[in-house]
């Protein structure tokens, strides 16, 4: 029997929607050819989880989201059909929760629990909110960016309170301000380059600085110097000479005393008057005496032949000398 060509596209087209159907099932996670078995999760909240996103056990994929759905009109919760495609045993008390990561989707995890009695194909697992990576990093982020906005309306206060201050006539005074600071430069600038003084005084200070890097050795050596002479002043026996002009200050007060007391000869002479007096006058007779002897010597020694003894009258008084003898 003849096939036509109607036939032969017919039953192509057929088989490959076939195809198309049972690959694009594949890609969402199901497997029309082996059988699974489907639990349920009840979530209030599914964040990004979309069907086909993985179900995992310890890291190891074992299903698939297969569907979502409403449990009320008010959407109180939602019910997410899981599709194990592995055949595992699930204990009853296990816990799922859905976990996000920074670059790939969300996924279901179940953390297997300690029960002996196992999930039945159509059981609802007990499930949990977790924030997830994405929320403790949005939970760290809300202080920060609080902060940051109370921070951001503090610098606008201070924007505004500076635009009131900075009114037209105060940013006139500052540009015509600015204006004379640069003018101020300017001339600086040329008195600099055209006066040679300030030039030459700043030569001056180099020049006087190489000196003084220069005598820098005869200082440290005059400084050593003294610092020698310290030592030998230091090494001096400055007690014991010190210890015998105390002695000496002592006697000297002591001789004070006693001529204050007119103790001893001198303190006789500066205490009593008339000893005093006559020793005045015995000087003055001695000086006269020896003034006639001078003018007078005949009448005192006699030696010539043919001389005769002087009968003058004698002195009474000194004889008056106008300057002291010559030693």
Request: hydrophobic share 40%; charged share 25%.
């Amino acid at each position: 029997m003849k096939v036509s060509n109607e036939t032969k596209v017919g039953a192509l087209t057929i088989i490959a929607l076939a195809l198309l159907f049972i690959g694009f099932n594949y890609l969402k996670g199901k497997d029309l050819f082996a059988p699974s078995k489907k639990i349920y999760a009840v979530f209030t909240d599914l964040g990004s989880l979309e069907k086909s996103n993985e179900v995992k056990i310890n890291g190891l994929p074992v299903g698939v989201v297969y569907q979502k759905q409403e449990k009320d009109k008010d959407v109180s919760a939602i019910v997410v059909t899981i599709n194990l495609t592995r055949d595992i045993n699930i204990p009853k008390n296990s816990v799922a929760y859905i976990a996000s990561s920074l670059v790939g989707s969300s996924f279901i995890v179940i953390e297997r629990g300690n029960d002996l009695k196992m999930l039945e194909d159509g059981d609802t697992i007990q499930t949990r909110m977790e924030s997830g990576l994405l929320g403790d990093v949005k939970a760290q982020l809300d202080p920060t960016i609080s902060s940051i906005r109370g921070i951001l309306d503090s610098l606008k206060k201070t924007l505004a309170g500076v635009n009131d201050v900075l009114n037209a006539s105060t940013r006139k005074d500052i540009r015509e301000t600015i204006a004379n600071l640069n003018l101020a430069s300017a001339a600086l600038n040329n008195y600099l380059l055209e006066n040679g003084p300030v030039n030459q005084s700043l030569e001056n200070i180099s020049a006087l600085t190489k000196r003084l890097n220069k005598s820098a050795a005869s200082i440290e050596q005059t400084a050593d110097n003294t610092s020698r002479f310290t030592a030998s002043l230091a090494a001096l026996p400055l007690k014991n000479t010190f210890d015998t002009l105390s002695i000496v200050i002592d006697n000297l007060k002591g001789i004070t005393n006693s001529l204050q007391q007119g103790e001893g000869s001198a303190g006789a002479l500066l205490h009593n008057r008339q000893l005093y007096d006559q020793l005045q006058k015995t000087l003055m007779s001695t000086e006269i005496l020896l003034d006639d002897l001078k003018t007078h010597p005949k009448r005192y020694v006699s030696f010539s032949v043919f001389g005769k003894k002087d009968k003058s009258t004698p002195l009474a008084t000194p004889l008056h000398k106008d300057s002291l003898p010559r030693k």
